[in-house]
């Protein structure tokens, strides 16, 4: 036996020591009451599982970040779903990392075990991948062991889990939505584009007064900057989901779907939400051992009455812009194209009812967002998940 193996074995053998002696001060200073030995390691049992962490080898931080590239790259071959931007947030979202990091789990297995979740979710079309990810980590984590804190430590580590998911949700509809706006906006610029050529061919030929060549340019005008305005805000939108997800260089250029999911053919009902609030939301759980219970319980309650109403609202104003809005645009366009074929009517009403139409489906993207970000919310003041 060298003297350098000697020595590190002395240090191991001294720590293990230390510890013990510590473990048995606390036992003494705190009493030993039955609560206390049923709920607290003895030492025995501390000393064992330092015994297991001082011969459990470390995972190389490279190898967790090889195969969470590996899976990133498969996952953004198809435009990005919401189960895949949720997947893509658990395994690179920095602050989500130091836990895994802390705990001593960031393997390829952990990769594997969170890409198999996101498959099954991918095929249900649902996106609970932070509560997923939030019990992974916390049962897998080799200091949970004998742990006499797990409670508060799970508090701690599921807010994080589920308010990164909250963040991914929103930012990702937001995201979709902005590039569906900027595809209509450059539809309706197309339009202007070409009734200002129109005004100007009519303006030469002496069909048409300079006013009515400069009003269509004014309209064409307004339109490009409304475009260039939805381009931004496309791209901001898009940056700020990159910045969740944790995505640059090429990973950054994703492609979104052209369209936000369809708006569900009833309005959303739920019973016992608010209970269902108190069982599984963390701060009322936190709350549960102390004297603020019943003010949390009534904040608890009032947010989710007051998401649920949104909900509703935001669905109603959705359904109201897709089964009525929508379907006058297209029928007075209809009508319109009609009385233009027959000469009743001439280019520019056309045009602008063309353009009434671009901005009907315009206002329904937006209302169309704003329900799925108000499901997003109302699912986090529930908890995280929303019942069937």
């Known amino acids: 036996m060298t003297q350098m193996t000697l020595a590190r074995r002395t240090e191991t053998a001294r720590r293990k020591f230390h510890l013990a002696a510590a473990m048995t001060a606390a036992f003494a200073i705190g009493g030993c009451s039955a609560t206390n030995l049923d709920t607290f390691p003895d030492t025995e049992r501390v000393v064992a599982r330092a015994d297991y962490l001082d011969r459990r080898p470390l995972p190389e931080l490279s190898d967790y970040q090889e195969a ?10 198809a435009p990005l779903s919401l189960p895949a931007a949720m997947e893509i947030a658990m395994l ?36 609970t991948l932070d509560w997923t990810a939030a019990r992974l980590a916390l049962m897998k984590s080799v200091n949970t062991v004998y742990r006499y804190d797990f409670p508060a430590e799970y508090f701690a580590v599921a807010e994080d889990f589920l308010e990164a998911g909250e963040n991914v949700r929103k930012a990702y509809f937001d995201a979709v939505a902005a590039q569906q706006l900027q595809l209509m906006l450059e539809q309706s610029a197309t339009a202007t584009q070409a009734a200002a050529e129109l005004a100007n061919a009519q303006y030469v030929a002496g069909t048409a007064s300079k006013r009515a060549q400069a009003l269509q340019h004014m309209t064409h005008a307004e339109t490009v900057k409304a475009l260039a305005e939805a381009k931004q805000d496309a791209i901001a939108a898009r940056e700020a989901l990159n910045r969740l997800l944790g995505l640059w260089g090429e990973d950054a250029q994703w492609k979104a779907p052209e369209r936000l999911p369809d708006l569900p053919a009833s309005r959303p009902r739920y019973d016992d ?28 309650r009032s947010e989710v009455r007051e998401n649920y109403s949104n909900l509703q609202i935001r669905y109603d104003l959705a ?67 929303l019942p069937n």
């Open 319 to 385: 359904k109201y812009q897709q089964e009525t809005v929508l379907p006058l645009s297209e029928a007075i366009l209809g009508e319109t194209q009609l009385e233009y074929n027959g000469m009743l009517m001439g280019i520019y009403d056309l045009i602008d009812d063309t353009r009434g139409q671009i901005e009907a489906g315009r206002e329904y993207v937006e209302t169309l967002r704003d329900f799925w970000i108000a499901d997003a919310e109302l699912a986090q003041s529930v908890g995280g998940t």
């Open 68 to 77: 969470v590239q590996v899976r990133i790259k498969a996952l953004l071959a």
């Open 273 to 300: 939400l608010e209970a269902i609030a108190l069982e599984r939301r963390l701060d009322a759980l936190h709350a549960r051992k102390s004297w603020g219970m019943w003010q949390t319980a009534i904040e608890v």
């Open 92 to 127: 690179n979202a920095p602050e989500l990392q130091e836990h895994y990091q802390d705990y001593q789990i960031w393997d390829e297995d952990l990769v594997a075990d969170i890409a198999a979740a996101g498959d099954l979710e991918a095929a249900a079309q649902s996106s």
